[in-house]
Structure formats: structure tokens, C-alpha cells
């Protein structure tokens, strides 16, 4: 059976993930030398992982998932392209 409701356990699941990543992004190197480019990264990550605890905090979970996403996809994105020299394939699409 697919599950396809979004819970409060599942954003809190999410929300420690995506914390998670921000964090360690935060603290790695960057293997491109683009200083520039991974602030501009991590502010737009910081922006929806803000807009998520928004939504959250309104109960509005479905906008607080999709702003999840695309603070993670950011995380992914900067980790794909080398802005964040991160090896965790828990956390990133990278390895």
C-alpha cells in the first residue's frame, strides 16, 4: 500500500534530515573555489528550510514538504556540482 499523506512525524523526519545536511554543507570545503556561488547556495537553502518552518508552524504541511524539497534539492545541486565537498550518501545524491 503507498502511503501518500504527508504527517507531522514524517516533516519532523525531514526536518532533521535536511538540518542535517545544511549543517555539514555548511562546515565542507568547496572543490570548485566559487566562494560566491556557494553563499548564494546556502542562503536559498537557509530561505526555504526558513519557508518550511513557516509552513510547519501553520500546519500547512504540504507547502512545508515542498519547501523540504527544495531546500534539499539545493543541498544535492551545490553537492553534485562540487559547491560543498560533502561524501554522504545518507544526505546527498553524491558517491
Known sequence: MMENTITEKKLKKY???????????EKSGNRLGMKEARDDFLDMIKRYYADARFFYDKEDFVNAFAALNYAH????????????????????TVD
Request: proline share 0%; aromatic share 12%.
Open 15 to 25: 526536518f532533521e534530515i535536511t538540518g542535517e545536511a545544511i549543517r555539514e554543507a
Open 73 to 92: 534539492g539545493w543541498l544535492d545541486a551545490g553537492a553534485r556540482i562540487g559547491l560543498f565537498d560533502v561524501h554522504n550518501s545518507r544526505l546527498f
